[in-house]
């Protein structure tokens, strides 16, 4: 398992590092597409490459929320056009394949009917949900424009830590995948916390 670790990492750096900005770009979004290419990776070594002075931080940054947000539409698209039927069959079918369990999108489907539109803002910070979470949003045909904002705002704040961390880490930037994965209930936490917050302000604005 860990050679084959290997490999993949080795392949998404190679590729990030002969490539640049557009591979950020690719891999991000096929992480947001269904396809399982953890960000935990792709950005952290950004940030790594940012502090050689290969690419600008802030690019990195904005080019791995772009890249989600794409890869979200194209999910969206799927959910909006195809409807809950067709995903569960498509998931059951060619699931195993991209590694999508029904069991995951029924949890993102229970979060979204659970808390609402804001939820594409806070899934941004959490494990699975985050990747899945578009799909329910388009069955719902939630409001386009909104889904895009809350998850381009989401999806900046998610690969701005990724990349500073990797960034700080220098060439120990790969430490970062074992640490977010011990540690996804604190993430969770965070996400929920921001999620409440979000709630909170948007509640009080519109009593104002």
């Not at 080019?63 to 969206?76: R, V």
């Not at 996400?191 to 709630?199: D, P």
Request: aromatic residues 14%; glycine residues 12%.
């Amino acid at each position: 398992m860990e050679e084959i670790t290997g490999v993949i990492v080795n392949a998404l750096t190679g590729f990030i590092e002969g490539s640049g900005l557009v591979a950020v770009f690719v891999l991000m979004t096929a992480e947001s597409a269904l396809i399982p290419i953890p960000s935990e990776i792709t950005m952290p070594f950004g940030g790594f490459l940012a502090g050689r002075g290969v690419v600008s931080f802030w690019a990195v940054v904005f080019i791995g929320a772009l890249g989600n947000l794409s890869g979200s539409l194209l999910a969206y698209y799927l959910g909006y056009v195809k409807g809950e039927g067709w995903v569960r069959i498509a998931i059951r079918k060619w699931g195993k394949w991209l590694l999508i369990r029904e069991e995951e999108f029924d949890k993102s489907k229970e979060w979204f009917t659970k808390y609402g539109q804001g939820i594409t803002f806070g899934s941004r910070l959490l494990p699975i949900v985050r990747t899945f979470i578009s799909l329910p949003a388009g069955i719902a045909k939630m409001n386009l424009p909104v889904f895009a904002l809350l998850t381009f705002i989401g999806s900046f704040i998610w690969s701005g830590i990724l990349a500073y961390v990797g960034l700080k880490l220098g060439e120990n930037w790969l430490a970062i995948e074992p640490v977010f994965r011990k540690f996804q209930f604190v993430i969770i936490l965070l996400g929920v916390a921001a999620f409440g917050l979000y709630i909170y302000t948007h509640l009080k604005r519109r009593n104002s």
